[in-house]
C-alpha cells in the first residue's frame, strides 16, 4: 500500500483546506470522497527527486546551497 496526500475541495472560500494521508494501492483510482467523512477530497501531486536509496549525488554548480546556476532566487 502506498500513502498518498489528499485536500478537501472547500465549498466557499473561506472555508479551511483540511489534508489528509490515506493509503491505497497504486493502481487505484485516485478517491473523490473521504472514505469516512464523504468530504469531497482530491489527490495532491507532489513532485521532487524523492529519496532513492544509493542514487548518485548531483553536482552542484552554485556552493552547498542548493541554488541553480543562476543564483538564488
Given at each position: 500500500m502506498t500513502t498518498y496526500l489528499y485536500e478537501t475541495i472547500p465549498a466557499t472560500?473561506?472555508?479551511p483546506v483540511k489534508l489528509y494521508e490515506l493509503q491505497q494501492g497504486?493502481?487505484?483510482a485516485p478517491l473523490t470522497q473521504h472514505p469516512e467523512t464523504h468530504e469531497p477530497i482530491r489527490r495532491v501531486i507532489l513532485?521532487?527527486?524523492?529519496?532513492?536509496?544509493?542514487?548518485?549525488?548531483?553536482?552542484?554548480?552554485?556552493?552547498?546551497c542548493?541554488?541553480?546556476?543562476?543564483?538564488?532566487?
Open positions: 472560500a473561506s472555508e497504486m493502481k487505484d513532485g521532487g527527486w524523492g529519496t532513492m536509496k544509493g542514487a548518485a549525488k548531483l553536482p552542484s554548480t552554485a556552493g552547498d542548493g541554488c541553480g546556476p543562476s543564483g538564488c532566487c
